[in-house]
């Protein structure tokens, strides 16, 4: 069995592995063929960030309307705000997209790690695929003018809505 030996530093040419030993390019077409799969792939991620961040605002805006139900009553029980929490026929489409959104950030973490680890193929046209592929889906998916969003302040905000750029922190 024939040991491959990691590059360390970035290098240039077609014969590459990516991400596991099934996945070797040996010829001028399958580098390309892969170079795409990676642009494609990271493109996808960027996708799946815009769709967390619109089921996000979503989530935000079902939270806002409950709170503002309660809010809307005359005589509000104390632990009124709290009992939300609580499955109810009232919000369970709040928990369905819960569930949705850490379903996709599941996705959106193993697609973050497995383009981290083909970046570090050290193949500079791998690593070009993923930025160009991230650049593209980022300007298609979530750059400026692509939601439809009002900006508030308030001081009582619990969480504001945080997309990194960075496709390793799932976080994003």
Same mark, same amino acid.
């Given at each position: 069995m024939m040991m491959m030996m990691m590059h360390m530093t970035f290098y240039w040419g077609k014969e590459v592995s990516i %991400?596991?030993?099934? /996945?070797?390019t040996e010829t001028l077409m399958q580098y /390309?063929?892969? %170079?795409l799969v990676l642009f494609l792939a990271s493109v996808f !991620?960027?996708? +799946? +960030?815009?769709i967390r961040a619109h089921i996000r605002m979503k989530y935000n805006n079902i939270i806002s309307s409950h709170e503002n139900s309660y809010n809307s009553m005359e005589s509000p029980q104390p632990q009124a705000k709290?009992? !939300?929490l609580l499955p109810t026929q009232r919000n369970t489409r709040g928990y369905v997209i819960k569930i949705a959104e850490t379903l996709l950030f599941g996705v959106n973490a193993l697609l973050g790690y497995l383009l981290m680890l083909a970046a570090m193929s050290y193949n500079v046209g791998v690593v070009l695929a993923i930025v160009a592929g991230l650049s593209v889906g980022f300007f298609t998916f979530r750059s400026v003018g692509n939601f439809n969003v009002s900006v508030h302040h308030q001081e009582d905000d619990e969480e504001d809505l945080h %997309?990194?750029?960075d496709p390793c922190s799932s976080c994003t």
């Open positions: %991400l596991f030993n099934g /996945w070797r /390309w063929g892969s %170079l !991620h960027e996708y +799946v +960030v815009s709290s009992m !939300h %997309l990194s750029a």
